[in-house]
């Protein structure tokens, strides 16, 4: 025959994820395309002299996975060695964090700044036994009295530093926190080292920006780490200018050149969809509106391959996170408060307007919107918006989503399923913060978080990211947490009612995630025609109890037909 097949594989489930999540056993890739999927008497004549053959022995070949919203170059920056890993379980308490930081201090020159990444109070013993007690910066000054360090939590919404840190930023009593950020005070008013939301910003803008090898290394990393795991498209959700005060300039413009300068070189090996970030975690509509109108705000990628690398659409914050009780709430937190939008001005109605203004004028200008949205108050205020925007300028196929939205409320499900909106949840979040967040907002409430069940029986498309590094960008646990809701720490169930099943699961990181992307119609299932995208799993994943799923490993993973991990033939 004309075109034999590149690749064919036999003797597994494979799982399709087209509208009817059919199960065939085999299929053949020719040229970077599924060419045949069926049996094994519908691919065999599709065998050359230089086809490889796969026997899947009865593995899963799945659609290769869609993480979409995932922080490629902030992920790669970090782990280690790039950073201090400050994750559970590398650490379990502060006093763990102070001799991390110490065996670092003597590693570094003199003066050179120290960074870490991932510490949660959920996960320090200190700060489990007493919810007051928080980080501060006299647990890092006795290991680094010269060193400045910095430490990133898991959010990405709170920063830990210490006194010489401080000291070189030029923060004191005085220092008058951004709009939507706040600077924690002792009952001294005496700066603790703790940093939230906008304010993490004055540290960042004094750090030295991160380099473009730097870069190029970190994402040379990411896209290692998400080969290995079966990832092979994912969501940069906020490159820009106003990316470039957080995490060192991690998610600013420059890193959507090295993206640019990789995909010349062949050297990436995930397909990359963006949302340009015009303005950081807190602007006005004014401000948001300046920026959108720059080059780097245009959307104008000048990629040479688009379904490699293409900018979708912008992103905005419009609120903060529940463990720093900044996401905004209907009703308060435990304790008091009920947050607030993260935008300018000074009352919440003022507040409204601004973010009302910024969706419309993207909408308007023809961006896909995905918005920081997690308070049930918030994403009410934020599904309106998108709605009234879509309203005053008609848009089809707009698919603005509200990212993470933990607490969706059946309003904001009925306007975004109206309208053809999206979410993008977290599950991996979910399985982090189970444990922790009922001291925030109480169990019922805590148990909600994340409703993937109400959410789909709303209609509302739903996609799944880790928002790496926030969590590690494994899918596998996603999956299971959707099916389980059990949590990180204690394995208890948190909200059995909002557990969907497997293939809806499958979905939230296939053919989902493809939408969000506007590739559906190319991408995320196993029909003929369609990008050869694969994800080979040991064992049969359609059977697994759901608690196995985490430690199935993937075998291979094949991108536009080329294969980028691969342990079958090792």
Same mark, same amino acid.
């Given at each position: 025959m004309d075109t034999y097949a590149d690749l064919v594989f036999l003797g597994g489930q494979v799982v399709t994820v087209d509208a009817e999540f059919s199960v065939a056993s085999a299929l053949a890739v020719t040229g970077g395309i599924i060419s045949a999927v069926g049996g094994r008497d519908d691919v065999t004549p599709l065998v050359g002299p230089r086809t490889r053959v796969v026997d899947l022995r009865g593995a899963t070949l799945l659609p290769g996975i869609n993480d979409s919203h995932l922080h490629g170059c902030a992920f790669g920056m970090s782990t280690p060695p790039l950073s201090v890993d400050l994750g559970h379980p590398a650490v379990s308490s502060l006093a763990d964090v102070a001799s991390a930081v110490r065996e670092a201090v003597g590693r570094m020159p003199d003066g050179q700044w120290i960074t870490g990444h991932g510490w949660d109070t959920g996960y320090l013993d200190e700060c489990v036994a007493d919810p007051s007690r928080l980080p501060s910066r006299h647990d890092l000054d006795a290991v680094s009295p010269d060193h400045p360090v910095v430490l990133y939590s898991f959010s990405g919404h709170a920063t830990w530093v210490n006194s010489k840190a401080l000291e070189l930023v030029g923060i004191d009593r005085h220092t008058v926190a951004p709009p939507g950020g706040a600077i924690v005070a002792d009952e001294d008013g005496e700066p603790t080292g703790?940093?939230?939301e906008g304010a993490q910003a004055l540290v960042q803008n004094a750090l030295p920006p991160l380099g473009r090898q730097e870069r190029t290394d970190a994402i040379r990393s990411a896209l290692a780490t998400l080969a290995r795991l079966g990832v092979t498209s994912?969501?940069?959700?906020?490159?820009?200018?106003?990316?470039?005060?957080?995490?060192?300039?991690?998610?600013?413009?420059?890193? %959507?050149?090295?993206?640019?300068?990789?995909l010349a070189d062949g050297e990436l090996t995930a397909r990359v969809g963006v949302l340009l970030l015009p303005t950081g975690m807190t602007s006005t509509a004014e401000e948001f509106?300046?920026? %959108?109108?720059?080059? /780097?705000?245009?959307?104008?990628?000048?990629d040479t391959d688009p379904r490699r690398l293409a900018i979708h659409g912008v992103k905005v914050f419009a609120d903060g996170v529940v463990p720093n009780k900044t996401a905004w709430m209907h009703e308060p937190y435990v304790g008091g408060g009920c947050g607030s939008l993260c935008v300018g001005g000074e009352t919440d109605t003022e507040r409204i307007a601004e973010i009302d203004a910024m969706i419309r004028h993207a909408h308007a200008a023809g961006h896909q919107l995905g918005v920081h949205v997690t308070g049930d108050r918030a994403i009410d205020t934020v599904a309106d918006a998108f709605a009234a925007a879509m309203a005053e300028h008609p848009r089809p196929d707009a698919r603005h989503y509200v990212i993470h939205g933990d607490f969706l409320t059946a309003h904001g499900m009925e306007v975004l399923a109206t309208h053809g909106f999206g979410v993008n949840m977290n599950p991996t979040i979910k399985w982090t913060v189970a444990d922790m967040e009922e001291e925030f907002v109480g169990a019922e409430r805590?148990?909600?978080?994340?409703?993937?069940?109400?959410?789909?029986?709303?209609g509302v498309r739903v996609a799944s990211g880790s928002d790496a590094p926030v969590t590690h960008p494994d899918w596998r646990q996603g999956v299971a947490t959707m099916m389980l809701r059990e949590s990180k720490a204690a394995g208890r169930v948190s909200g059995p009612e909002q557990r969907i099943g497997l293939a809806e699961a499958i979905r939230t990181y296939t053919i989902d995630a493809a939408w969000q992307d506007f590739a559906d119609d190319w991408k995320g299932s196993l029909e003929p025609g369609k990008a050869? /995208?694969?994800?080979? %799993? /040991?064992? /049969?994943?359609?059977?697994?109890?759901?608690?196995?799923?985490?430690?199935?490993?993937?075998?291979?993973?094949?991108?536009?037909?080329q294969v980028v991990h691969d342990t079958l033939r090792d």
């Open positions: 703790l940093l939230h994912y969501t940069e959700p906020g490159l820009g200018p106003g990316g470039d005060g957080i995490m060192r300039g991690a998610l600013g413009s420059e890193t %959507l050149d090295v993206y640019r300068e990789l509106a300046h920026a %959108l109108a720059t080059p /780097d705000g245009s959307g104008e990628s000048g805590a148990a909600y978080a994340w409703p993937y069940r109400d959410a789909v029986d709303a050869a /995208d694969l994800c080979v %799993l /040991d064992g /049969d994943l359609l059977t697994a109890d759901a608690h196995d799923i985490p430690e199935m490993p993937v075998v291979l993973t094949v991108v536009d037909g």
